[in-house]
C-alpha cells in the first residue's frame, strides 16, 4: 500500500527541470537483477526511471518524471484500472495552488496532464499516466504521480495489466 497518501491523481505541477542520466533511453532492455516477478512495475525515483521487469535479470527501462521533492512517495501497491485518452478532476490540493484550473479537463484535450493513457495505482491518489509536457520528463514535477511520454505510457499499457505490482523506491 501507499505509505504517503495524497490527493495527486494527474500529478499538475510546476516543472523542475532536471537533466537524466545520459545513458536512460526510452524502452531500453536492461540488465537488472530485482529480485521482483516478471510483470512487476519498479520506479526508482532518485534517477527518475521506471523498470518494467521481464525476466529475473531483465527490465524495460522508461525516464520517468517522478513527485516534486515534497511529494515524494515509497510504498508497494498495483495497477487498479487502466484508460485510455483519460479526463482528468483536479483534486482539492492542486486545485487549491492552481485556481484557474477548470472543475473537468476533457481527455484527449491538450491541457489535460494524463496524457495519452493512464494505469491509476491502488489506494486512488497516484496514477502512472502520460504527458502532453515532454519536458517534464526527468524532473521532480508532480503531486506524486509518475509521468512518462505518451509513446511510453501506452507500450507499458499494452505490457502491463490491472493487477501488475508497482514498487516506487527513493
Known sequence: MVARRLHALGGMAMVVCAALPSDVRA?????LTTGF?????????????????????????????????????????????KFVAPGWVPPAEI???????????????????????????????????????????????SYGCIRMLNADILDLFARAGVGSPVHVRL
Not at 484557474?100 to 497516484?126: K, S, V, W
Open 27 to 31: 524502452g531500453d532492455l536492461v540488465s
Open 37 to 81: 516477478a516478471a510483470g512487476t512495475i519498479v520506479v526508482e525515483t532518485s534517477i527518475r526511471t521506471l523498470y518494467l521487469i521481464v525476466d529475473e535479470r531483465t527490465a524495460i527501462r522508461y525516464p520517468v518524471g517522478v513527485g516534486r521533492i515534497d511529494r515524494q512517495w515509497t510504498g508497494q501497491t498495483y495497477v487498479e484500472a
Open 95 to 141: 486545485r487549491r495552488d492552481n485556481p484557474h484550473l477548470p472543475e473537468m479537463i476533457a481527455g484527449g484535450a491538450p491541457e489535460n496532464p494524463m496524457g495519452a493513457a493512464a494505469m491509476t495505482l491502488a489506494g486512488g491518489d497516484y496514477a502512472i499516466h502520460g504527458t502532453n509536457a515532454p519536458a517534464s520528463i526527468g524532473g521532480f514535477v
